[in-house]
């Protein structure tokens, strides 16, 4: 089952006026509202016909109901679905569409790799979707976007300008009603689409539907409804593979609904489920992909499961060497490696290309894994970088007072350093990384839904790093829904910096969200804070929740970000609120603020502290915790 929706984009207009004739400026706004009308319009014809070319080419569907309205078109097809369709042409110009040879999209000329024709009784994969939106690498110039995978990404299009003159015509170019069929003219052809008044087959979503994906646990019963106007004489079929054991209730002339029950195998599995009714020629089909549940990535891996780490998607068909690691083995070279759980692996040397995930689900991050000296981040061809999912990262005989670098002699960027569900145990007195090294940096950096556990260090007014980019070269940085805190008992820590670049360039997307931080400090002083780095515009630090119990006898004030380092940027407040901070001192000596001096335009610079626990329970030494009910929406809340 599919769900679509257009996408329309609103343009909002400030119009400052000195002195002007009012005539003129009722034209003014008559026209503007004329551009945004015909944008909108636009880009609402091309994902309506997006979405009936879709039925055209899938070939399972049927018209059971329509309407006209002038020169609009209202269907209802026989899944359920209502599409509407203006054929014609709206001013502006549209990307070319086209299916080529090889049966794929092509968009603007260029072959997209995502097929668009049904095969093998399964629907095409996707429908493109598109947007109008500044384009900013072309001084904002408005620009055609596709997305390939329901709004949550978009790519703007090469030579993809939607301003100006028409130039390019909407895919479909006529559409009419030719007795009991719905004609379409689409890339010269002519398709059908047979009206067939009452035939349904829609299948109701059941319980367990996420992201489209019916998840049901394996080698038990499941079912769901199916929607349906059976007349005398029509023909009901459930397609699956045989290991899921799908079957029909019964059925007579004049049912409305009916049951598929479904019994799926015990080890992972997913498929595609398709019901099909059959009317005379005509027959209407509607699908559910399902999966079922699994508690083992390992297991997930050999059945050919897609595992997510950050944006990036694994699968034993693009990397078909996945080792599982056990007790006591060690890791030496680029890979993807399944850590056992409960066990303890090492990793010597530097690492390039290398892939770490636990072996188990919510193991309460069991599998381990123990480095051996400093961390060295380097690239080879694939160039994946380093990712970490579901498991303890830990450090051995760590003797400098870091653990993350680049090699000296390193001249590439780093395109990956991702750290997703993990635990993070630093060594005492040594910060998690020190990159140096001004021909060498990383492309994306992500530490999202991490426990990182601090231990006090040597000397109570030490101060301690987390990530330090002395130098080199950053792109994303993403910090978000994580859980940093002293794991050592009444103890707290100075932290220089969350995120500290002396001599390092960062891109404009740096993101701190969301993070709870216990009994970790900012230090005191004008050259310090939580940024600690040359801050660009866009960056966002909000939502986060700091707590302390234990001040390391600190006083003075402690600024998120240092006012040394702030540049020439401009600060939208925005980006930079709802930071909360909170203590059960009674007689706290610090002052909490986002710069020690405010850069020109940030007003609300001082951030009150809230002497109460925003917690119902805590165990700070483990950084575990629930928070009251008024609290939820700031901190980390990790699953």
Request: proline residues 3%.
């Amino acid at each position: 089952m599919k769900y679509y929706k257009s996408f329309i984009l609103f343009s909002l207009f400030a119009l400052a006026f000195v002195s002007c004739n009012t005539d003129d400026l009722e034209r003014d706004i008559d026209a503007l509202k004329d551009r945004v009308t015909n944008v909108e319009a636009q880009v609402q014809q091309l994902n309506d016909e997006m979405n009936i070319i879709r039925v055209l080419l899938d070939g399972n569907k049927t018209i059971t109901d329509y309407s006209i309205n002038g020169d609009t078109y209202t269907l209802t097809l026989s899944n359920g679905e209502t599409l509407t369709l203006t054929p014609g042409v709206t001013g502006g110009n549209y990307p070319s569409i086209e299916i080529g040879a090889n049966g794929n999209w092509f968009i603007g000329g260029t072959d997209t790799g995502w097929r668009a024709q049904a095969e093998n009784g399964e629907d095409a994969t996707i429908t493109p979707e598109f947007k109008i939106a500044p384009n900013p690498a072309d001084g904002d110039k408005k620009y055609w976007y596709v997305s390939y995978d329901n709004g949550s990404t978009w790519k703007v299009l090469e030579n993809g300008l939607a301003e100006g003159i028409n130039t390019g015509s909407n895919p479909i170019s006529n559409a009419t009603v030719d007795g009991d069929n719905f004609k379409v003219t689409f890339g010269g052809k002519e398709y059908l689409i047979p009206i067939v008044k009452g035939l349904e087959c829609a299948i109701n979503v059941p319980e367990g539907v996420t992201d489209d994906l019916w998840l049901v646990a394996g080698g038990g019963a499941s079912s769901f409804t199916v929607k349906v106007n059976l007349a005398e004489g029509d023909l009901v079929r459930v397609k699956a593979p045989a290991d899921w054991n799908a079957k029909l209730s019964e059925y007579v002339a004049g049912t409305t609904e009916l049951t598929v029950a479904v019994t799926p195998p015990a080890t992972p599995s997913e498929c595609t489920i398709i019901v099909e009714v059959t009317h005379g020629v005509n027959s209407a089909t509607d699908q559910i992909k399902a999966k079922t549940s699994s508690d083992s990535y390992w297991a997930e891996y050999q059945a050919g499961f897609d595992i997510r780490i950050g944006d990036v998607v694994l699968n034993k068909y693009d990397n078909p060497n996945g080792v599982l690691v056990k007790e006591g083995e060690s890791i030496s070279e680029s890979g993807i490696y399944f850590i056992a759980e409960g066990a303890t692996a090492y990793w010597t040397g530097a690492v390039s290309d290398l892939i770490l995930i636990g072996e188990k689900k919510n193991s309460n991050y069991s599998s381990k894994v123990m480095t051996k000296g400093i961390v060295s981040l380097e690239n080879v061809e694939s160039k994946i970088g380093m990712l970490c999912k579901e498991i303890t990262l830990s450090p051995d005989e760590l003797t400098a007072n870091y653990w993350f670098n680049f090699p000296s002699s390193s001249k590439d960027v780093i395109e990956r350093l991702y750290l997703d569900h993990c635990k993070i145990e630093m060594m005492a007195d040594k910060m998690f990384s020190y990159f140096n090294n001004a021909s060498s940096g990383i492309s994306k950096l992500l530490v999202e839904s991490c426990y990182i556990a601090v231990p006090a260090p040597s000397a109570t007014t030490k101060v301690i790093n987390f990530l330090n980019f002395n130098n080199g070269n950053y792109g994303d940085i993403m910090i978000h829904n994580n859980v940093f805190y002293c794991s050592t008992q009444d103890r707290s820590v100075l932290f220089v910096a969350l995120l500290k670049g002396t001599n390092a360039k960062f891109s404009d997307n740096v993101s701190i969200e969301n993070n709870t931080v216990i009994n970790i400090l900012s230090n005191h002083g004008n050259s310090s804070g939580f940024f600690k780095v040359t801050a660009e515009e866009g960056w966002t630090m909000k939502n986060n929740l700091f707590w302390y119990d234990t001040d390391c006898a600190a006083s003075g004030t402690f600024p998120m970000l240092s006012t040394l380092m702030i540049g020439a940027a401009t600060f939208n407040e925005t980006d930079f609120s709802n930071n909360r901070i909170f203590t059960s001192l009674e007689n706290t000596q610090m002052t909490w603020q986002y710069f020690r001096t405010a850069p020109v335009g940030f007003k609300d610079n001082v951030i009150t502290i809230e002497k109460e626990t925003p917690f119902e329970t805590l165990v700070d030494i483990e950084g575990k915790y629930t928070l009251k009910p008024e609290y939820q929406g700031i901190g980390a809340v990790i699953e």
